[in-house]
């Protein structure tokens, strides 16, 4: 009697232990009471009735992605490429996600593509290739929305790899080439604008500075000149006073006079035009000067020479 109960405690024991369930961190179990939905377990030691209740389904709650294959996409000029796509989700309602789609990441993989189809559709081939936050934001919202029935919460979509077909990449290659052509015919365009445009204010500059020079040049001689003007006029001046205060008789100031007419002949083919006074002045002068012997510089007739005299001893021989 006793080995009887030992062993039907160890039974139950030992059914207890097997029914024991430890769920991890970041994840819930699904309990079904008889096939029926019961209740969701969290992280923790449960235990379950056994025969009875039953573990359905254990959901991760951390996020995951799903990695679409590459899809043809038809855009709205009828270029077809391949897209591929990478979404980020998880699992906000395990009950909703157990009960809601039958396989809920394969139901999520094709609304995935079929929303890509639908939105690329409405662009054209240079609209696709530049916006790519435009169909990533409408791609979330949408497949966030659709699939809130399964418990699932889309957080986003990105796009991977936007294939076009090789003639479209030779022809934007080409256009890529033609582009950068044009940039730098127009950067050396716009560097040989601002060259010549330097070049032309140096030589401005220099002409402003040349003219400057000869400016102050023609100004330094045009003083010089005054200023030898000034003195020139000057020391007549002080020639004139020292001359008045000296009280010079008449033939002093004639001989003045005879000086100017020099200077004014300057000895060119001129004519000058005395004045009668100054005739009878001059000719009153030169009587006086040969009168008193004054400024008579003609020399006397100098005398002939004595023919040599004959020496008798010499002329003798010489005749011989």
Known sequence: MTGVIITIIAVLFLIIIANIRIVPQANEDVIEFLGKYKTTWGAGIHIKIPFIEKVTKRITLKEQFLDSPPQPVITKDNVTMQIDTVVFFRIYDSKLYTYGAVNPI????????????????????????????????????????????????????????????????????????????????????????????????????????????????????????????????????????????????????????????????????????????????????????????IGDVTKEAEAPAAPPEVDPCCDRFEEQ
């Open 106 to 293: 394969s139901a999520l993989e094709n609304l995935t593509a079929t929303t890509l189809r639908n939105i690329v559709g409405e662009l054209e081939l240079d609209g696709t290739l530049t916006s790519r936050d435009t169909i990533n934001g409408k791609m979330t919202a949408i497949l966030d929305e659709a699939t809130d029935q399964w418990g699932i919460k889309v957080s986003r979509v990105e796009l991977k790899n936007i294939m076009p077909p090789a003639e479209i990449q030779n022809a934007m290659e080409k256009q890529m080439k033609a582009e950068r052509d044009r940039r730098e015919t127009l950067l050396q365009a716009e560097g040989h604008k601002a060259a010549s445009i330097t070049r032309a204010e140096g030589e401005k500059q220099a002409m402003i500075l040349a003219a400057e020079g000869e400016r102050d040049a023609r100004i330094a001689r045009a003083e010089g000149e005054a200023q030898a003007i000034f003195l020139a006029k000057e020391a007549e001046a002080k020639g004139l006073a020292l001359l008045r205060e000296a009280a010079p008789d008449l033939a002093v100031l004639e001989l003045k006079k005879y000086e100017a007419l020099v200077k004014m002949a300057d000895g060119k083919a001129s004519k000058i035009i005395i004045p009668t006074d100054a005739v009878n002045a001059v000719k009153a002068n030169v009587l006086f000067s040969e009168t008193a012997g």
